[in-house]
């Protein structure tokens, strides 16, 4: 088998990703379980007290290096390893790689300082008035503009091999990375506007005061196609990679999966207010359009659960699986980036279903800011997508490095571990939301807290210690992997499942970004537009900052 | 040349539709609630300035507290604040079953929540900002409301109570 091979340069530049998002989740994986223990009345804090001062500082590092640094330097990683070996073709331009991904560093140690110091408790969401050290705000806009110049670097190599090969259609993963780059460069706008015109000025003292509401409006602009930004990476792998890796399986759609993205990249910016359902200020027609809007995004993650599914069976019925569902069992479970995403993937199916009860403007009431969220985002972003790319780094990391993977078996028992933990943890904290317990609050010392939840608060913990060892574990297995003295025999075969259609069969117009491109913007303009700009209007700069942690 | 249209498989058109048809029965449920049974959700109220809301005499969150509009029927003028001490002015009201009550409140330093318990009333609390619900409490008890937006350290320990006779 000849595999493109790619360049040493890009293979370092990948594997410096995984390495800053690897060493992200294990810091930021090391308070997870802090705040789950403090909830089932194991406090920790306790004992940190000399280097962290509270619950709350524990919770930012957690938010901000699981969800926002794991995240996003794992994806940046990935996505520029689909550009590059689909395109089988080198980056455009290396420097320009590089640029983008020392900015981020640089952003990550500007923002961990004053978060460490104390001086930046205000959770992964920032709201203003807390306001944080200035160099907090410096270190997220150069994490933002670092990840903005690794797209474009992205971009102008597809555009270098468009000129070099006309006819043909893009190749499926490097077309779903570039839609994913280009959807974080539209919809991080908001946070950058956020950030440059009212929280990094303020935080300076060149201006008194913030609007709440509008920073509100321009974080949520960027805070829910965040959610896809995360998770399209995972549905890349789930539809190009993982059916290969599980039993020989091809991709049963190829049409059906480019129209998808499209779908995402049209349709996962415009649904913010979904997010500012009981905001005042807003009125509730933009939020009821939002959320009907929030139910076509939903859409095409449907298209992708057949897609995938269909393709997994392909590859199981050929392998001599039958039934409704015994197929599943003819999967390749002992592959532990097999296990890993299948679990991933199932799980997924309840964080969608908790997600479209998210949306619903009625339901919403009774749960938001519960901490029936948590329990719903710890199955997506920390289960459907970190539990996906510790799948993909099974593989990666070796191929990368040349290092064989150090204990398959373990890294299988890791996904399991993960799954039963996340059941555990998850669940109990949906149930929490529902008889009312506040998200983001140590519930071991809130006054208010009735006899009744303390079974579920138990479970958080217990919950929160499995997921432990689980995050443990694939540490363990990481670390022996990059230090293992064996090597790979040849190359790492990358996963691609090939489509079961010729590509040429794909129509044209789904390999062309203008009408797509064009279309988003319109479409945000018509749902943010009147919106913003009577936000921006009546604009009141009239709140000073806090910092009353 | 290459084809225009999408091949769609048989098994693939009858998901999609099906998926169509399960969002459109979604949407509707949320539009009945939007639309026929009333449910609400803050809407533009008044902008205030938070550094004078709670001590301008003009303003009614100088002066918190529970007005009576007629028989049975209560403004509530709440103020959520985290400064000096997390809480909420006043901590307590009181009011006799089957009392309709439109609550007004505002923050004067950060941002809070306010959710009354085993009520549908959950909403964000803003400073510059009044947010308003109106609920009818038909049964006897004791509702905490609680903060539900982290405000600073005390945010775990801020609550009052809706006392219901």
Redesign the interface.
Known sequence: MNQYQVPTAEKKLIGSHILVAILALALGSFFGPLQAFEHAGWDFYVYLKPLFK?Y?QGLTVHGVLNALVWTTFFIMGFLTFNVVFGLKRPLKNMLLAKVGFWMMVVGVVAAAIPILANEATV?F?F?P??KANWAFYVGLTLVVVGSWVEGWGMFMTYTAWRKENKDERTPFIAFASLVTALLWQICTLGVAVEILTMLLPWSLGLIDGV???LA?TYFWFTGHPLVYFWLLPAYISWYAMLPKQAGGGKM??D??AR?SFWMFLVLSTPIGFHH?????????IW??LH??LT??V??PS??TA??VV?SLEYGARKNGGKGALAWIGKLNWNDPSVASQLLAGILFFFGGIGG?TNA???VN??L???AFIPGHFHLTVATAVTLSFIGISYWLVPYLTGRKLWQPKWATIQAWVWFVGMIIFSNSMHVLGLL?A??????N????VPEEWNSRLFQVGLGGAILFISGTIYLVVMYMTVTNKQRVEKEVEVPIAESM?DP???????DRWAPWVYGSIALIVVMYGPMLFELIK?I?L???G?R?? | MSAQKIHVDSYERNWMIISFVLLVVFALAVSVAAFGLGIQVPAPEQRVDPRTVATDPNSPWSNPGLREVSAGVYDAYILARAVPNWEYLPKEITIPVGSKVTFYVTSPDVQHGFKIQDTNANFMVLPGQVSKLTITFSKAGTYNFICTEFCGSGHGVMYGAVIVK
């Open positions: 509270s709350y959770l969401t709201y008035p807390l609007d709440p509401l509100r049963f759609s049409s059906l129209l500012q359902y009981v905001d005042p200020g807003i009125p509730p939020k009821f959320s009907m139910f076509g939903f859409f449907m298209m057949f897609t269909a479209l619903s403007y009625n009431l009774v938001h800011n519960t009312g506040p998200r983001r609050v140590p519930l010392l809130a006054p208010y259609q040429a069969a794909t129509p044209a117009w789904l009546n009141s009239t709140s000073p806090f009353v942690w």
